[in-house]
């Protein structure tokens, strides 16, 4: 049913524009970055008041990128060093076992990846010690 939400939709896409228009305002001071993270990440990025959500190729698969150098080593390196940071780095279970003091969340994902099922179940998130707790209440809802 991805896609077909029925409280988005309505006959006059009242709520629709409703919950577009807080989308934007939440999202009003974010910036997507595609290409090379390192040039992302310069002096411009703003600093202190910043969350950075890294999502590189994962070990073992970065050659299904076109990369010519495996860089996971060196997101991670630049994560552990900017840990004051809000700082979320993507990777599969086992990926960056030495990260110590960051909070590490497994999930499923339901879609099949390029390795097939075989690495469904294996998806991590590791979150910098700076980020929110993840013992304390979670958020429920996008717009609380």
Known sequence: NAGR???LLTSGGRTAWRWLHELAARLERVRVVHGSWERCLNNHYG?????????????AFEKLYGVSAPCADGVEAWARDNAHL???????????????????????????????????????IWFSPACLSLVAPRQQVLFA
Do not use: Q
Request: net charge negative.
């Open 86 to 124: 809000r700082v979320a780095l993507c990777g599969h279970l086992g990926d960056y076992p030495s990260i110590d003091g960051w909070d590490m969340v497994p999930w499923t994902r339901k879609r099949l990846t390029y390795s097939g099922s075989s690495t469904t179940d294996r998806e991590a």
């Open 5 to 7: 939400g029925g409280a």
């Open 47 to 59: 600093a202190e008041s910043t969350a950075v959500f890294l999502d590189p190729p994962y070990r």
